[in-house]
């Protein structure tokens, strides 16, 4: 009809349609190139390096990017590493360092100590003795490469001593020594008091129940010179030197108790030194209720 509107209607479907398209290109586009950039492993995924080895098996729920695997190390982490060693003192062996002597307080020995610095090799250790400063006079002990302490008992209290030593090594049936160690001195001294008596206790005399015999046992060293016997009227004090006797003696008769007074002994051993052995309390035989009490007849 002349005069008559066209209608809009077809063409806005046409552009609808259009769109619908645009957006399913759209979206086909960005999943195929979400397919080519990532890629799910169904089991595990393998790292190789370019030789061809595998260097890291990744876990079945890892996604790995493109761009993840051009970052991987080529090869896996690796260190250095380190080894000491020292140079042999070939054919001279090395002299012995921090040698030591120190005394026992015993007065009769005395313990020398040294070392020999590690991977250096030598045959035996020289040990020498001497009572002059700075001289080598007598050999004490010759002893293996993996001894590093001697004990010498052949010395005097008092008496100052000298040491040194060398090590040695044997070579194609000879003998190379090293050079001495500095000279140390040492005196030994005896500082130790003997140990006490034992099996301290007291009995009246039978045929004079007036007096009472202190027994005791005799220490088992040949240094003790003497022995000391102690009476007190109180419990836990030494109290007065009684006797003194020779220390081949195991007994004393105390002739001079007062009937009726308790008494408690006490009895230690003296040494060549003139050290004393601890005061010992005395302690009761065992079923006799008041062993000190002398009663008059």
């Known amino acids: ?15 609808l349609i259009l ?24 089991t595990t995924v393998q ?8 260097i890291e098996q990744l ?12 970052l991987v190390q080529p ?18 062996p090395i002299t012995p360092i921090a040698l030591q002597a120190s005394n026992t307080r015993l007065g009769n020995s005395v313990i020398i100590t040294w070392s020999i610095p590690i991977d250096q090799t030598v045959s035996g250790i020289e040990l020498y003795r001497s009572t002059k400063p700075k001289a080598h006079d007598t050999i004490v002990a010759e002893l ?44 030994p001294a005896d500082d130790t008091p003997p140990p006490p008596p034992t099996d301290v206790r007291v009995e009246r005399k039978p045929a004079a129940p007036n007096i009472l015999i202190v027994h005791w046992t005799k220490v088992e060293t040949d240094a003790i010179v003497s022995y000391r016997v102690y009476r007190s009227i109180t419990v836990g004090e030494v109290g007065a030197l009684l006797a003194e006797v020779e220390p081949d003696y195991t007994q004393l008769e ?9 008494y408690y002994y006490t009895v230690t051993a003296v040494d060549t030194a003139g050290h004393e052995s601890t005061q010992q309390l005395p302690v009761a035989p065992i079923g006799n209720a008041n062993p000190f009490v002398v009663k008059s007849s």
């Open 59 to 70: 876990p079945i729920t890892t996604v790995v990017s493109n761009q993840l695997l051009n």
């Open 47 to 54: 790292l190789y390096s370019p030789p061809g080895r595998v």
């Open 75 to 92: 090869y896996p982490q690796e260190y250095a590493t380190q080894q000491a060693g020292s140079a042999d003192s070939y054919p001279e």
């Open 1 to 15: 009809m002349p005069g008559a509107k066209r209608s809009t209607r077809p063409s806005t479907f046409i552009i």
């Open 254 to 262: 105390d002739t001079t108790a007062t009937p009726a007074q308790m």
């Open 144 to 187: 293996s490469a993996d001894t590093s302490e001697y004990l010498d008992t052949e010395v005097t209290s008092t008496t100052t001593y000298y040491y040194s030593a060398r090590s040695y090594r044997t070579i194609n049936d000879g003998v190379v020594y090293s050079d001495f160690t500095e000279t140390i001195a040492v005196t």
């Open 19 to 42: 769109l619908v398209i645009g957006l399913i290109i759209a979206v086909a586009v960005t999943i195929s190139y979400y397919r080519t950039t990532t890629q799910p492993s169904a």
